[in-house]
Structures are given as structure tokens and as C-alpha cells.
């Protein structure tokens, strides 16, 4: 066994998958935001408005650093917001192999 020291374990990062929570009351249809971290928008009567504060819910969430976006959102199943694990690995193995032909 080798004391080498292990990359610090992210915590397990909270998923954020926003979406447009239908529902109705007496002025009729409501939409709301609704997001898996538990954000709720308030309800309003038009659905642009809803859609709102979801773009501001996601504006608002941290940056992923570069060498963390996913390079292939469909088959890894990550959002812009989200950093991708897969692909950060693929990156580092790019680099040691960059090192190694260099
Ligand atoms: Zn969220
Ligand atoms: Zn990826």
C-alpha cells in the first residue's frame, strides 16, 4: 500500500433539475417552478413567469470549471449547471498522457 494521497471526494453535489410545476387555483392554471433541490417558485397564473424563475434559479447556480463540463450532456445525463465526472476523469487522463508522450 502506498501513501499516495487521494484528490479530496466532492460532497455529493445536490442535483438541480428545474422544471415547470403545473397546477390550478381560482384564477385557473398555475405554473410554478419546481427543482429537485427543493427550490420552489411562487405559483403564477402565466406560465413565462414560471419560466423565469427557473432561468434565474439556474443563472444563480455556481460556474462548473472547465475541465469539468461535460463534453456529452445526452449520454452522461448532465445539465450545463452540472459538472461531470466522467468527462473530468477522461481530462486527467488526457493529461497524463500528454505528460507521458512529452
Ligand atoms: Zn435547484
Ligand atoms: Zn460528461
Redesign the pocket.
Known amino acids: 500500500m502506498s501513501a499516495k494521497t487521494t484528490p479530496p471526494v466532492p460532497v455529493a453535489p445536490?442535483?438541480?433539475?428545474?422544471q415547470i410545476e403545473r397546477g390550478a387555483d381560482a384564477c385557473g392554471k398555475t405554473y410554478r417552478l419546481a427543482?429537485?433541490?427543493?427550490?420552489r417558485g411562487e405559483e403564477h397564473c402565466a406560465r413565462h413567469l414560471a419560466e423565469w424563475d427557473l432561468n434565474e434559479?439556474?443563472a444563480g447556480?455556481p460556474k462548473v470549471a472547465t475541465g469539468q463540463q461535460c463534453r456529452d450532456p445526452k449520454r452522461h445525463d448532465r445539465r450545463p449547471w452540472e459538472p461531470c465526472g466522467l468527462c473530468e476523469r477522461q481530462e486527467l487522463l488526457f493529461d497524463l498522457a500528454a505528460e507521458v508522450a512529452s
Do not use: E, K, M, S
Not at 445536490?14 to 428545474?18: A, G, K, L, N, S
Open positions: 445536490v442535483r438541480h433539475r428545474p427543482c429537485t433541490c427543493g427550490t434559479h439556474v447556480l
